[in-house]
């Protein structure tokens, strides 16, 4: 594989047993976990949780990412594409409400094979981190049922100084207008999201003006009730953080997101509170389930 699947575009060479590109990663699956996760969004969860693959590698490599002991540290398990989907149906008949694909772009061939054509008794989650390309997202069209973005920037400062990428929000844009042309407005059964996106937005410490613009883009681009929003406290500081990087996010500049989501008019959706910032509620990268 010459590796084109994300904005990236760094044509490394990927093959099943060499890793390569800006994820680092093999063209074979690599995961770090299975589970049932409770702490996804409630729409997500349902009774038993999210039947989560925590995939390894990432195209961003942000430098505040609470995952980076998969995403940049090299944890994970080679899978096949066999092993991959018993892991699915293990999932399922553990109860999951869904089936979700954490950071999977890097692995989207090996995926749809895994998936196959035939429907899963439970909706398919992509959950990414929005720096996509449309023409990649195109090939799950059908596969996927629910998108699960971040949308980390809307400002390229922010963007350039903590994931090298000050072209994020130019990608990410006509990327989540993709995955809502393929699955319309949100479709809700039992209080369980059944297909559509929900965007996701981690408030950044003294980066308030990159979520106002965040807000503005969903508020002005979507219909009430097209897509669900999800505002998170959750920032954990890493070690060696420096500058605001190195603080949680205070309580006014959390209120402040909140209140200015609410007088967009954005009502559907999520927000959390302050208590998520903390390590406990990131899982063990411990390879169980795979």
Known sequence: MICTLCPRNCRGVRTPDRPGGVCGQPSVPVAARAMLHQWEEPCLVGKHGAGTVFFSGCNLR?????NQPISQGGVGKPVTVSRLREIFRELIAQGAACLDLVTPTHFTPAILEALGDEPWPVPVVWNCGGYEKPETLRLLEGRVQVYLPDLKY?????AGRYSAAPDYFDRAAPAILE???QTG??????????SGVLIRHLLLPGELENTRRCIDWVAKTFRPGEVLFSLMSQYTPQPGA???????VTKAEYRAAAEYMANCGIVDGYTQ??????????????LSGI
Not at 62 to 66: E, F, R, T
Not at 154 to 158: F, Q, S
């Open 242 to 248: 420096a500058g605001n990087l190195a603080r949680h």
């Open 62 to 66: 942000c430098a505040y990412c609470q």
């Open 185 to 194: 407005p949100c479709r809700m059964e039992n209080g369980l999201l059944k």
């Open 179 to 181: 995955m809502f042309r």
């Open 154 to 158: 809307a400002l390229p400062g922010p």
């Open 273 to 286: 509170e302050r208590t998520s910032a903390r390590e406990e509620y990131t899982p063990d990268f411990d």
